[in-house]
């Protein structure tokens, strides 16, 4: 019989422990992972994205489901452990389940930490910690206007970017005068602070609140210099503490966390602890690569190897809001017997900062230019002598250095932090399984799979450990866990091939999971479609769940309806059907969206084909990778500043690219002068009308990463207009990796590679040729299920449970 290992909390923490295990000794284990939340582990450090509209849940699971049964794990989700009997061995949960285990791992994390001032029960007052917090946020900036997060941390300033991405007006408010004080020198943190203040963020710092105020719904923050601040919303963000009343009831030694020794192990036999719940001499890790570190420790102890115990920790953080990087590790503040070297560059943003004690490096500060924080770091790491390095060389290496330094790194040196893997174990794993990319290096190794930060270091490792087999031009990422095949060796091989299903492009090109995976599926999908239009059969299963219902669905298990409006322009009729279905079908709420279209939420699974039936109006396909909205102002036809038929170009271009399939979500805008009042220069394409002519501009961005739009060209007539459109839209749907903006794009080839593309007239005509029969190719599934009874029957059976 397998010994049994039972893990509490299907964190972080508790799966990366159940990785290393079933990598260091496949199938000797019979694990059971019990996990509170609905979802299998997700990268908390990504919740942000969620937050800000620039990922979606499905898109942060550390494995996915298809990963958890072929390993053999049994995995139980929304089931909490409610007592644990050291003595014989047993856990119970929630839902009755006595589960016995010969082995016990406590992943139980952190809860948020909750200021005990008076009102914090009011409704309207959330944390940010896990999905179903992101989710409420969401819900409540549709309604709401007002929000105020309370803590000025990472934490903290990562809501405030999410929540003025959904178009609320955010205050933070901190206790200090200076924002993330336990990471960032004074120096940094203004400069944090001013940049934003640009993106729209209210500092309200050295504030204390003594209570929150409203009736039963939060109305606003009292602080105790008297001053008051209006709210609907308040985020508290101030911190966590470790989860460890399970372990405490049972007797456990716990003080701030579950204390444990250096191979993990509690005070009882049997009993280990890992993650934000432990403590480890004295201290409690809040960060990933701690936690990461712990596990491997912790799985290598399990399986038999007690041989590298864990001795603690150098934390760093590391943060991008909105473009901007921060990087902080180790001491960042001058004290006796630490020097620092800063450079400063006023005029560019950046500032860089080390501190050197009895010759070693022992913390760097870095705000804007945060490239050399993987070098820094393995310095600190490796407690490296910099007496003879020139100073200023630690900040600003030569240019041809790289090569240099992966030369001078040892063996052992930490690379990914996050994850805890050495130059060693990547130069080994490049050698001995002969991995020749840095995507195929991070399935391997998980070098780079967190933050990212270690990826440029990862990426020279690479070039030197292969010389002259290094390849430049092959250093896309697998799509998936899979395959080791980038995105264009795949798209290139179901070209040569002429594949036409993706159970073919499974078995043909040697996918390791022969049913594929929720991230490669969509995406193949997609690349079918876009290389055989006209052949191609969609598959629905593939798709999205959004996608399949035709609507969004919402945290309460109902749906939203977004009927099409082109160029946001609708009639008394269509306002008419819109208030007749939502009266006969109890619509809870009418929401005019930031795309000019009405948004009819609460709408119930079983009435979505009743629902599109009665409103016999096109899908704004709100829900779809395609064309979403064009935006518009009111134009020349009724502005006084209007210098161009806005309306009628956009519902031209919205008529013509709707049910376009795209890489990701596009939005287009159209202003009739350079005022912009339909917020062209941060669309995915932008016009603006000017004297006599139109300008257009591509790759701009409104979510987690604003990014004003690059001018494509100026045109002056609406036909050009819709022929650059069409050839841009055509090589975007073409080239780019499936879910990648256009902002991300248009950054990766570079605006200047689009712009010659699209200057060869013979090239603009073939790519519009291609996307005209892409065009021909769509159709509307809400159409075809009205007039043919066999399809809406199909439909409706996908809505049974």
């Not at 979802?39 to 942000?48: E, K, M």
């Not at 997060?149 to 007006?169: C, D, H, P, T």
């Not at 400063?344 to 500060?365: C, F, P, R, W």
Request: hydrophobic share 35%; aromatic share 6%.
């Amino acid at each position: 019989m397998r010994e049994r290992i039972l893990v509490i909390g299907n964190g972080m923490a508790g799966i990366r422990c159940v990785e290393e295990i079933v990598k260091l000794k496949p199938n000797a284990y019979d694990i059971t992972v019990i996990g509170k939340e609905r979802t299998p582990a997700y990268d908390r450090i990504q919740l942000s994205t969620v937050l800000q509209g620039n990922g979606t849940i499905d898109e942060l699971l550390i494995k996915p489901l298809d990963w958890y049964e072929e390993q053999k794990v049994t995995l139980k989700t929304d089931e909490a452990v409610t007592e644990i009997d050291k003595d014989q061995r047993l856990v119970y949960t929630n839902k009755g389940d006595a589960l016995p285990y010969d082995r016990l791992i406590i992943a139980t994390g952190s809860n948020p930490f909750i200021i005990p001032f008076p009102g914090v029960d009011k409704k309207g007052v959330i944390t940010f910690r896990d999905i179903d917090d992101c989710n409420a946020m969401i819900e409540s900036a549709k309604t709401m206007k007002k929000a105020v997060v309370i803590g000025g941390g990472l934490l903290g300033l990562e809501a405030a970017r999410g929540l003025l991405n959904l178009n609320m007006e955010v205050s933070v408010v901190h206790n200090t005068d200076a924002l993330m004080d336990r990471q960032l020198d004074a120096t940094a943190s203004k400069m944090l602070k001013d940049e934003l203040e640009q993106q729209g963020m209210t500092f309200l710092m050295e504030k204390e609140t003594t209570h929150v105020t409203g009736k039963e719904q939060v109305s606003g923050l009292a602080f105790k210099d008297g001053e008051e601040i209006e709210a609907d919303l308040v985020v508290m963000a101030v911190g966590i503490k470790p989860n460890i009343a399970l372990a405490s009831e049972t007797g456990l030694e716990t003080n701030r966390g579950i204390v444990v020794d250096d191979f993990m192990k509690t005070s009882h036999p049997g009993i280990y602890a890992v993650g934000e719940c432990a403590e480890h001499r004295g201290i409690a890790y809040g960060l990933v690569a701690p936690l990461y570190e712990q596990a491997v420790v912790l799985a290598k102890s399990i399986s038999g190897d007690e041989s590298g115990p864990y001795e603690g920790s150098v934390v760093f953080t590391k943060l991008k809001v909105s473009g901007v990087d921060v990087f902080s590790a180790g001491l960042f503040q001058e004290e006796e017997g630490v020097k620092a070297i800063r450079i400063h560059d006023e005029s560019e943003g950046i500032y860089k900062k080390i501190m050197i004690a009895d010759q070693k490096i022992v913390g760097t500060v870095m705000f804007g230019d945060t490239s050399d924080s993987s070098r820094i770091l393995s310095y600190m790491r490796s407690e490296m002598n910099v007496e003879k390095l020139k100073k200023v060389a630690l900040l600003e290496p030569e240019q041809d250095g790289g090569d240099d330094l992966v030369a001078s790194m040892l063996e052992s040196e930490i690379v990914c932090g996050c994850n805890g893997v050495t130059k060693g174990c990547i130069t080994k794993a490049i050698q001995d399984q002969g991995l020749r990319t840095v995507g195929e290096i991070k399935g391997c190794t998980n070098a780079s799979r967190s933050c990212g930060g270690c990826q440029p270091l990862v990426s020279q490792i690479l070039e030197h450990t292969l010389g002259d087999a290094f390849d430049a031009s092959n250093q896309q990422e697998p799509i998936c866990g899979c395959t080791s095949l980038s995105r264009n060796e795949i798209v290139e091989a179901i070209r040569e091939k002429g594949i036409q299903t993706t159970k073919e492009v499974y078995h043909v090109l040697d996918f390791g999971n022969k049913e594929g995976c929720s991230k490669c599926r969509p995406s193949l999908n997609y690349y079918l479609g876009m290389l055989f239009p006209e052949e191609y059969e969609d598959e629905a299963a593939s798709r999205f769940v959004n996608e399949r219902m035709h609507a969004n669905i919402q945290n309460d298990g109902t749906f939203s309806v977004v009927p099409r409006m082109y160029g946001g322009v609708t009639t008394s009729d269509q306002l008419r059907k819109i208030a007749e279905v939502s009266d006969k079908y109890e619509i809870k709420m009418l929401k005019v969206t930031g795309g000019q279209r009405i948004d009819m939420l609460g709408a119930k699974k079983d009435d979505l084909p009743s629902i599109w039936a009665d409103l016999d109006m096109p899908s704004g396909y709100a829900y779809g990778k395609a064309l979403r909205t064009v935006k518009t102002c009111v134009g020349e036809q009724f502005c006084r500043f209007g210098t161009q038929d806005s309306i009628g170009l956009g519902v031209r271009l919205e008529k013509k690219f709707e049910r376009l399939q795209t890489p990701h979500k596009v939005k287009m805008a159209v202003s009739a002068c350079p005022r912009s009042c339909a917020e062209s220069g941060f669309k995915d394409v932008g016009i603006i009308g000017v004297d006599g002519a139109w300008e257009l501009y591509v790759g701009g961005n409104g979510g987690i990463n604003i990014q004003g739009g690059h001018l494509l060209a100026t045109v002056t007539t609406d036909e050009e207009v819709m022929k650059t459109t069409g050839a841009y839209l055509q090589y975007y749907r073409e080239t780019a990796n499936y879910l990648e903006r256009t902002s991300a794009w248009v950054e990766r080839v570079g605006i200047d590679h689009v712009k010659e593309v699209l200057s060869d007239e013979e090239e603009k005509n073939n790519l519009n040729n291609r996307i005209d029969i892409a065009l021909r190719a769509t159709r509307d599934p809400w159409k075809e299920a009205l007039e043919d009874r066999t399809v809406r029957q199909q439909f409706e059976t996908i809505l049974q449970p």
